[in-house]
Each structure stands twice: as structure tokens, then as C-alpha cells.
């Protein structure tokens, strides 16, 4: 039997003296051997203080709806994680609001898997200094 990935799947019989055990589609043959990694993460910049998807791409990584994904920024919720794929995984997250732009390592089960990017939101205002002009004495 050949599954998606182009495995073998074999059954294995073993034979000691006069007893014979066979097990069906119990051994697997790869056909070469994995090297997962990750290889984009969209979008890679987001504003702060908001929900998003965020979509993981990989090569050889076996994504499922249980894979480990980690943020180390605390500003950083994980909501949900879908595996859309073998390599694809579709992350919804939420993000506190930062007042200086920010950058979060992102992993990925063990791999190391870029860095997002959060942004301060356009409709926080930051008062950064005021100054009188044009006034006059008298």
C-alpha cells in the first residue's frame, strides 16, 4: 500500500520455529527522509490589539490541529490553531496593544519559525511632547 506522502506500507511476518505472526500495514518504508522546516509566515507584520489568522507554511512538517505553537512575546494570545495541511498551519491569535513596535521569535513544535512583527495601532495617540508657539505678551 502507498499513502499520500509516497510511503511504503508494509506488513511484517516473523516466523520462530513453528509459530508465525504477521502484522498487517504495521512497518513503513519513507521514501526519503524528512527535513521539516518552516518556510513563511503571512502576514508577518500586523497592528496591535487585534484577533488575526496568522498562516505557518513549512516542508516535510506533518502539521496537525495539536502542533505546538509558541509566541515569545506576553502580548500574544493563541486562540486556535488549524492544520490545513501537512504543511500549512492557520493560527488565530490575539495581540494586546504595544506602544513601540515589537518582535516576537515564533515557533513552531521544535522548528524556529520566523518572526512576527506587531505594530502599535493607528488609533492609539501617544502625547510625546507640547510646545507653545505664537503667543504674544501683553
Known sequence: ??????NEICDITVTTGSE????SESFEILSEPLNPACMELTPSVIKSGQTTDIV????????????AVSFD???ITVNSKTADSDTQLTVNISS??????????VTVGDLECGQLTLQPSSSQCRL???SRTG????
Open 1 to 6: 500500500t502507498t499513502t499520500d506522502s509516497e
Open 20 to 23: 508465525t505472526l504477521t502484522c
Open 56 to 67: 505557518i507554511a513549512g516542508t516535510d512538517t506533518k502539521f496537525t490541529d495539536t502542533t
Open 73 to 75: 512575546c506576553p502580548d
Open 96 to 105: 494586546g496593544a504595544v506602544e513601540t513596535t515589537t518582535t516576537c521569535n
Open 128 to 130: 510625546t511632547a507640547i
Open 135 to 138: 503667543v504674544r505678551a501683553g
